[in-house]
């Protein structure tokens, strides 16, 4: 098993990039949960966010990929919203 595997989520929308250590490399959860949030963002998905999260969280394979997966997820969406409202004045 890989140890200390770094998975990167990019600065967007004005807000700053964050990286995260896992303990297997789950990167390809981790970007899949980047992609999903920002077709939710986009509005290229018509149902309600947590079903977004939901529906591909629950196809994942384990414990850790899911977390990944959420973790990549919502730090995408707190970067837009708060990319937002540090523009907001």
């Given at each position: 098993m890989t140890r200390g595997v770094t998975t990167t989520l990019p600065a967007n929308d004005g807000y700053p990039g964050l990286q995260v250590a896992w303990t297997k490399d789950c990167r390809p959860a981790f970007h899949n949960g980047i992609r999903a949030a920002e077709r939710w963002l986009n509005g290229k998905r018509s149902h309600w966010l947590w079903a977004a999260l939901?529906?591909?969280?629950?196809?994942?394979?384990?414990?850790t990929d899911r977390r990944a997966f959420e973790v990549a997820f919502i730090s995408r969406i707190q970067q837009r919203l708060g990319g937002a409202s540090s523009r907001v004045t």
């Open positions: 939901i529906f591909e969280w629950d196809a994942l394979p384990d414990e």
